[in-house]
Structure formats: structure tokens, C-alpha cells
């Protein structure tokens, strides 16, 4: 079955611990990348990878990190988190030169 | 600036009331348009790719249109499980890939039995 897999997907954490998300995908997708969703402002990109070793800021990066060393995953990394990352993150992949996304179940994420 | 506005916000249906959601673009130039349901804590699921003015898709109960400004999600006939989120998004066309979508905040579908 095509699916986008992360983990995990519920956690509560505090100021300063740092975590990462996982997010795998079985579709041997070129594209991925990372949302989070807030109320009243929908999903909003935070990075994307174009393929192996190639990521790119999205439009609210600042306080994340990812990596893209095997095509299939794209972690994502919070070093310091903050309270105002307390949100609900979806990884989404796509083939090559498309829009149409496979989004993942979501992570909430809750800092405390 | 690219955006995407959808509306209304929220909709309450009837079973049976057909209606239509909204979603207006301002976009340099438009690659493709998107429609995706999302159920309450799960992920977007993709609906249609539009891509021209005039064209339309459907799926079950579902159509939509697109016009040089705005596309509408027709909704006819709904029954309760239809009941979600709707997302629209826009990819300006400068973009080849996936890299730029522009989601707008949604439209939430209630339909009574």
C-alpha cells in the first residue's frame, strides 16, 4: 500500500528538549517535504528536498532543520523547541515535476 | 503576493442540500489547481488537478471548475460522509515541482442526516 509514515504521532515535550520526526515514504517519491497547520492558517511549508542531498527553505523554516539522505525518508528536526511550535505537522511526498501530494498522518506536537 | 482564499469558512448542509465552496487565486501565472479533503486528525487526501480555465473533474458527488480567478467544489446531493475539511491550493506556474503549493485555510463541510 502507497503510504507517507510518521512517527510519532502524538508528543509532548518542553522548551529546549530536542526531537526529531521521522517521515518515510514507499513511493520512491523525488519530492518531499514538511507542513505544519494552524488554525486560521492553514498548511504552511516549512522545508522540501527536490531528491537525495537537496533541500530548500519552504516559507516558515526558522527553528527547524531537515536531512534528505535516503530517497524514501526526510526527518525533521527541532534543536531548541519553543512553545510557538506546538502545532500539527504533515510530511508529504510527490513524483517529480507534479502538485498533487501524498500527505502523511500528522505529528501533534506539543511544547511546553 | 500568491493567495489562495476560500469560503465560507464553514458550511452546514442538510443531507440532500446541494451547495458549493469557493476558493479564489491570485497567482503570476497558474501550472495547476488543487482540491483535498481532510477528515479530522488525518492527513490531506488529493481530489483533482485542474489546470485551464473551463475544465472540470468529478468524482462521486463532487465536481469542480475553474475559472481564470476562482474554482468551485460542487457539492451535489451531500450525505454525511462528506462531511471534512476541503482544501484548495494553487502551484504558480514559475514552479515545475511541488516546491511552491499554496494552500488556502479551508472550508469545513458539515452535513446532517
Known amino acids: 500500500e502507497a503510504q507517507v509514515t510518521q512517527n510519532p504521532r502524538y508528543l509532548i515535550t518542553v522548551t529546549g528538549k530536542k526531537l526529531t520526526v521521522t517521515c518515510s515514504q514507499n513511493?520512491?517519491?523525488?519530492?518531499m517535504s514538511w507542513y505544519r497547520q494552524d488554525p486560521g492558517l492553514g498548511l504552511r511549508q516549512i522545508y522540501y528536498?527536490?531528491?537525495?542531498?537537496?533541500?530548500d527553505k519552504g516559507d516558515v523554516p526558522e527553528g527547524y532543520k531537515v536531512s534528505r539522505k535516503e530517497k524514501r525518508n526526510f526527518p525533521l528536526i527541532l534543536e531548541s523547541p519553543s512553545p510557538n511550535q506546538t502545532s500539527l505537522y504533515f510530511c508529504?511526498?510527490?513524483?517529480?515535476?507534479?502538485?498533487?501530494?501524498?500527505f502523511g498522518e500528522g505529528s501533534r506536537l506539543t511544547v511546553l | 503576493e500568491d493567495q489562495v482564499t476560500q469560503s465560507p469558512e464553514a458550511l452546514r448542509l442538510q443531507e440532500g442540500e446541494s451547495s458549493s465552496l469557493n476558493c479564489s487565486y491570485t497567482?503570476?501565472?497558474?501550472?495547476?489547481l488543487f482540491w483535498y479533503r481532510q477528515d479530522p486528525g488525518k492527513g490531506p487526501e488529493f481530489l483533482f488537478t485542474?489546470?485551464?480555465a473551463g475544465e472540470e473533474k468529478e468524482k462521486e458527488r463532487l465536481k469542480a471548475t475553474l475559472t481564470k480567478k476562482e474554482s468551485f467544489l460542487h457539492i451535489t446531493a451531500p450525505k454525511p460522509e462528506d462531511s471534512a475539511t476541503y482544501l484548495c491550493a494553487v502551484q504558480p506556474f514559475r514552479y515545475s515541482s511541488a516546491s511552491k503549493i499554496i494552500f488556502g485555510s479551508g472550508t469545513r463541510l458539515s452535513i446532517r442526516p
Open positions: 485542474l489546470y485551464s
Open positions: 497567482v503570476s501565472g497558474l501550472r495547476g
Open positions: 508529504a511526498s510527490s513524483r517529480e515535476h507534479t502538485g498533487e501530494l501524498f
Open positions: 528536498s527536490m531528491n537525495v542531498e537537496v533541500t
Open positions: 513511493m520512491n517519491h523525488e519530492y
